[in-house]
Structure formats: structure tokens, C-alpha cells
T-cell receptor
């Protein structure tokens, strides 16, 4: 059983560069979520997909952030023109659709450091 | 007003005692409620889910939900040092399926 995997685990970049993170969810899970977490805070919702459809994107998310899930399997999160405030842990989680569940399975995260 | 609010702690509890963690939420139509545990440097993991008013017990953990008061709590009985972690309250809203997390309560169990 391979859980949620994220790549890369760590990324150091210079301000202004673009970065892309990949998430491979648990194979039978049709929902995929992206969160951002900074030290001492809970995960902040960014966006989520059901299959290949992006159902919601946080209003707090600037246009520099974009996410895709082209075939309803893996997903990518791209940050363009990175800023120091983008430094955080980017968490991906997956789940099964059901009326009354929201049981998320998280990957180990991708830590971004913007210099 | 934050959508999901928790006291950040730290909450210090002696080993063997009961730890009580609390959470309030703003969306009155919320349907599903969760407690996640996050060890330092690790990702969150689900420990309890609750969907209807009342108590739900699982081993040493009891989740309590009061929708009228928009309040969720987690009790940990016979606290162990291994329970030291940050506990995140999460809520699934009514109008969408996004899951919103609180900022977490840091729990420390002292021997």
C-alpha cells in the first residue's frame, strides 16, 4: 500500500523563480487537496479536486498559484514568481468521496524555502 | 472571525490525567468534524471523526459534538507521553466539501 507521495520533499529557490510540486494520491481516492502550513499554524486550504475537476480555490490564493490534475490521478501545484512569504510546507491529501466523510490522508509534504 | 478556532496552548497535562481539547466553528451548517494529531515535523493523521451530536468513544479518545453551541471537543484519558503533539480540529462545511483546519492546540504530557 503506497500512501500519498509528494515530490520534491524539499525545495530551495530564489525569489522570483517558479517552482512546481507533484502529488500522487492513494490510487482509489478521487479527491485531492492542497494545503499550506507554516510553523505554529494549522493547514491552510488552497484548493481541491474531484477527479480532474478543480472544485474550489481559496480566495486567499493569488494568481501566482495554479494547480492541475489532468487525468484525475496525480496533481501539480505551481507557484510562479516566488516570494519569501511563500516559504512553507505544502501538504497534499487525498480522500474518497462520500456524503459524510472527510478523512484525509496526507503526504509527507514538500517544504519550500524562498531566499 | 476565524472559521475554526482553537486555543494554541501549550496545554500541559500530567501523565495519566485527562486532557481536554476544545474547538469552536463558525459555519452553523457544518456536517462533519474531525480531530487530527500532528507530531513535530510530521504530517497530520486522523484520530477521530464525529458527525452527530453527542459523544463518540474510541479507546482512550472521546470526541464530543454540540452543534447548537458550535463546539467540538476531544478528551484523552490516561494521557501518555506519546500523546504529546499538536491536535488539529477540522470541519467540513455545508456548502462545499473543503475541509478547514484550526490552528491547533499543542499538548504536552509531563511524566
Amino acid at each position: 500500500d503506497t500512501g500519498v507521495s509528494q515530490d520534491p520533499r524539499h525545495k530551495i529557490t530564489k525569489r522570483g523563480q517558479n517552482v512546481t510540486f507533484r502529488c500522487d494520491p492513494i490510487s482509489e481516492h478521487n479527491r485531492l487537496y492542497w494545503y499550506r502550513q507554516t510553523l505554529g499554524q494549522g493547514p491552510e486550504f488552497l484548493t481541491y479536486f474531484q477527479n480532474e475537476a478543480q472544485l474550489e480555490k481559496s480566495r486567499l490564493l493569488s494568481d501566482r498559484f495554479s494547480a492541475e490534475r489532468p487525468k484525475g490521478s496525480f496533481s501539480t501545484l505551481e507557484i510562479q514568481r516566488t516570494e519569501q512569504g511563500d516559504s512553507a510546507m505544502y501538504l497534499c491529501a487525498s480522500s474518497l468521496t462520500s456524503v459524510n466523510t472527510g478523512e484525509l490522508f496526507f503526504g509527507e509534504g514538500s517544504r519550500l524555502t524562498v531566499l | 472571525q476565524k472559521e475554526v478556532e482553537q486555543n494554541s496552548g501549550p496545554l500541559s497535562v500530567p501523565e495519566g490525567a485527562i486532557a481536554s481539547l476544545n474547538c469552536t466553528y463558525s459555519d452553523r451548517g457544518s456536517q462533519s468534524f474531525f480531530w487530527y494529531r500532528q507530531y513535530s515535523g510530521k504530517s497530520p493523521e486522523l484520530i477521530m471523526s464525529i458527525y452527530s451530536n453527542g459523544d463518540k468513544e474510541d479507546g482512550r479518545f472521546t470526541a464530543q459534538l454540540n452543534k447548537a453551541s458550535q463546539y467540538v471537543s476531544l478528551l484523552i484519558r490516561d494521557s501518555q507521553p506519546s500523546d504529546s503533539a499538536t491536535y488539529l480540529c477540522a470541519v467540513k462545511g455545508s456548502s462545499a466539501s473543503k475541509i478547514i483546519f484550526g490552528s491547533g492546540t499543542r499538548l504536552s504530557i509531563r511524566p
